[in-house]
């Protein structure tokens, strides 16, 4: 149990223009979830918490305009990359907490590689 | 805010002989959650092992533990017998007890090489 989808799982832009990525829990209902971002040889920073129902908390120095979250439902949560450039070409990892089992920690998605031309 | 270093950027392990990953945290906190995440080669991350500061236990989940030392806000990983399928990314990560703040935060990683 507990899986974590993500699609697509590689996409090629062009600058400039807008990105949708995808983040499903498969067999369990996911109030919150969360967005990262992985560059090359570097660890996951978290981009922002994802709240059904509710607008997303952004961390320091994430531009909310430039990355848009939507938790619309309890099982999908996206991630708008709008008018992309290439600095963010990244590795996105979406997660999620599954409700009343805090303490097994976050289930994560397979990532989503950007690579923006 | 709390911070995860891990001071060993790679570490490699002949197969079947033991490792032991090191990763160290600052919180201000007094419960708390750490876990030890695996990345391979594919990019998905995987829980590999868990505890929580109230327990003075160590966690094992078959050939991983853990040590964990509160006092002195410490968290190694001692991984047995090592296999290739352990080649991977480690990732170190803390995460508040505090209803509300649930985000993980991230060491830097240690890359583990298995020797064959």
């Known amino acids: 149990g507990a899986v974590v989808s993500q699609h697509p799982s590689w996409v090629i832009c062009k600058s400039g223009t807008s990105v949708k990525i995808e983040c499903r829990s498969l067999d369990f209902q996911a109030t919150t979830m969360f967005w990262y971002r992985q560059f090359p040889k570097q660890s996951l920073m978290l981009m922002a918490t994802s709240n059904e129902g509710s607008k997303a908390t952004y961390e320091q120095g994430v531009e909310k305009d430039k990355f848009l979250i939507n938790h619309a439902s309890l099982t999908l949560s996206t991630l708008t990359v709008t008018s992309a450039h290439p600095e963010d070409s990244s590795f996105y990892i979406c997660?999620?907490?599954?409700?009343?089992?805090?303490?097994?920690?976050?289930?994560f998605g397979p990532g989503t590689r950007l690579t923006v031309l | 805010a709390q911070t995860v270093t891990q001071s060993q950027p790679e570490m490699s392990v002949q197969e079947a002989e033991t490792v032991t990953l090191s990763c160290t945290y600052d919180?201000?906190?007094?419960?708390?959650?750490l876990f030890w995440y695996k990345q391979p080669p594919s990019r998905q991350m995987i829980l590999v092992i868990r505890q929580e500061a109230y327990k003075q236990q160590n966690a094992t989940e078959n050939r991983f533990s853990v040590n964990f030392q509160k006092a002195a806000k410490s968290f190694s990983l001692k991984i047995s017998d090592s296999q290739l399928g352990d080649a991977a990314m480690y990732f170190c990560a803390y995460r508040s007890d505090n209803f509300g703040n649930e985000k993980l935060t991230f060491g830097t990683g240690t890359r583990l090489t298995i020797i064959p």
């Open positions: 919180t201000s906190e007094s419960d708390y959650y």
């Open positions: 997660s999620a907490r599954v409700p009343g089992l805090a303490v097994r920690g976050q289930f």
